[in-house]
């Protein structure tokens, strides 16, 4: 479906965030989205002395402050918050470049099995993490290979009846774009959002930012991709994603603060966006 098709009308019903710290003062977002993703980053692998993803994943977030037991009081206090577990990491410090494809495959779903049960066991019915969220922006494979073994690991955890991962979702950046491309199209039926993120492209007008999305969407589906933007933001992108606002054109927001500070309210960027709802 193109997003120029001519009764397409998308409600904006979900904001994320990838966070390493505890969100404190959220009430203005808790009143415009019916769905809050905060999403932990990152969960990143070990690398052997020739530079290859092991896949053993460990948390590089703040276990203490997102502790399982803070996380529990976080999700009793606000219904709407999902927590998503990010797996992978930022720049060339955390590439994908895995080791024998079995083996890193079993790796990374053993690893990434005992975060998940470690935040989920402090419920006795309930759980912590809600989903899982794939963010490599340097990746050293073929695009089949990425396809393969992220798609497997996705699929054996989305459908592990002892984890309740409940929604997945992929961030795509203009550098690696064919990789996640490829990814989805594979696995189009388990992954459920395209968090799109725009801070290592030029884009010098709301309407190349528009045309921008109505490719994404042409790639990805009207109710999948979620535009992002930064801190410190580009007005074009904030400009371009309050147009897509104004005419119900996407699904949600979501936010990538590269200085890891919990949120702010109180920034120009996000308080434009929030009076367009």
Do not use: C
């Not at 709407?80 to 779903?109: C, D, M």
């Amino acid at each position: 479906m193109s997003i120029d098709d001519s009764n397409i009308s998308v409600d904006l019903t979900i904001y994320r965030e990838y966070i390493l710290h505890l969100p404190i003062e959220f009430n203005e977002i808790k009143a415009k989205f019916q769905k809050i993703d905060f999403i932990l980053g990152f969960a990143s692998e070990d690398y052997n002395i020739q530079g290859k993803g092991t896949g053993y994943f460990k948390p590089t977030w703040n276990v203490d402050d997102l502790s399982p037991e803070k996380l529990k009081t976080l999700k009793e206090n606000n219904p709407q918050v999902r927590v998503i577990l990010s797996i992978g990491g930022v720049g060339t410090e955390y590439p994908f470049n895995p080791i024998e494809k079995h083996q890193w495959i079993s790796n990374a779903l053993n690893s990434i099995r005992q975060i998940i049960i470690q935040y989920d066991r402090i419920y006795r019915y309930h759980n912590i993490i809600d989903g899982i969220d794939i963010h490599y922006d340097v990746i050293k494979s073929s695009r089949n290979e990425f396809s393969y073994l992220i798609g497997d690991v996705i699929k054996q955890l989305k459908n592990d009846t002892r984890l309740f991962i409940n929604v997945v979702s992929i961030a795509p950046t203009a550098h690696v774009q064919s990789y996640y491309h490829k990814l989805y199209s594979d696995h189009k039926d388990i992954i459920d959002l395209v968090d799109y993120q725009f801070y290592n492209q030029k884009i010098y007008s709301k309407d190349e930012f528009v045309e921008l999305y109505k490719n994404l969407v042409g790639a990805y589906g009207s109710y999948k991709v979620l535009p992002g933007y930064s801190n410190p933001y580009d007005p074009i992108i904030i400009e371009g994603i309050i147009y897509l606002i104004k005419n119900k054109l996407i699904p949600g927001i979501f936010y990538w603060n590269p200085n890891n500070s919990t949120i702010d309210t109180n920034t120009s960027s996000l308080e434009n966006i929030l009076q367009n709802l």
